[in-house]
């Protein structure tokens, strides 16, 4: 069965610290993988888009990884800004343009 | 561009009524989603387009729902009737070329709130 799962469910981190967001998914066969960041009450909005040749890409603070053997995906944000509170989704393409969506993680930056 | 337009921004209706949302996509934009989102279940693809013809509608939830694309920048997603556990948000989002083209950027609209009672 096609699957995303993203960890932690939820996270609290204090402005300025570091932290990663986990993507692990079952999508067979494996098209590419996007991070979306949706802030509360808007649409989401596209962080990075990864093909399965690529390991690593970066969008400002944001960096993106790939494990496609493994089948992971990790986020890392780097000097977190109050700005950066919001839901990370993650979203791996598969077969026939299928869509399997993570269920998000909810980052809360503190002052 | 303004990007993609939904109306009504929040819908609220009572069960059994009929309910439109409508959905404007960027303008030269060939493909087009409709996706709910619950705090339950995340974000779920409904159906999507390509050239103004429905390509996945696998994710259509029963037949109360429905969607319409008559001409590449207007496209309709109907209710009818409405139940309670429709309550969700319905966002539009469109790209150029297929849904899971590399570097085919999805672009969402504000999304529509809707609540029925």
């Known amino acids: 069965k096609n699957q995303v799962e993203q960890s932690p469910q939820s996270l609290i981190i204090l402005e300025g610290k570091n932290c990663t967001l986990q993507?692990?998914?079952?999508?067979?066969?494996?098209?590419?993988l996007r991070w979306y960041k949706q802030d509360t009450g808007r649409g989401p909005v596209s962080l990075t888009i990864?093909?399965?040749?690529?390991n690593t890409k970066s969008n400002g603070r944001y960096t993106a990884t790939l494990d496609a053997d493994t089948k992971q995906s990790s986020l890392h944000i780097t000097a977190s800004q109050l700005s950066d509170s919001a839901s990370y989704i993650c979203?791996?393409?598969?077969?026939?343009?299928?869509?399997?969506f993570g269920t998000g993680t909810r980052l809360l930056v503190s002052p | 561009d303004a990007g993609v337009i939904q109306s009504p921004r929040h819908e609220v209706t009572e069960m059994g009524q009929e309910v439109t949302l409508r959905c404007k996509p960027i303008s030269g934009h060939n493909s087009l989603f409709w996706y709910r989102q619950t705090m339950m279940r995340g974000l779920e693809l409904l159906i999507y387009?390509?050239?103004?013809?429905?390509?996945?509608d696998s994710g259509m939830p029963e037949d109360r729902f429905s969607a319409k694309m008559p001409n590449a920048s207007f496209s309709t997603l109907k209710i009818q009737p409405s139940e309670p556990r429709d309550s969700a948000v319905y966002f539009c989002?469109?790209?150029?070329?297929?849904?899971?083209?590399?570097?085919?950027?999805?672009?969402f609209g504000p999304g529509t709130r809707l609540t029925v009672l």
């Open positions: 979203v791996v393409i598969g077969g026939f343009q299928k869509l399997v």
């Open positions: 993507c692990n998914y079952t999508v067979s066969p494996f098209s590419n």
């Open positions: 387009f390509n050239n103004n013809v429905p390509i996945d």
């Open positions: 990864m093909t399965f040749s690529e």
């Open positions: 989002a469109s790209t150029s070329g297929l849904a899971g083209g590399t570097y085919n950027e999805q672009f």
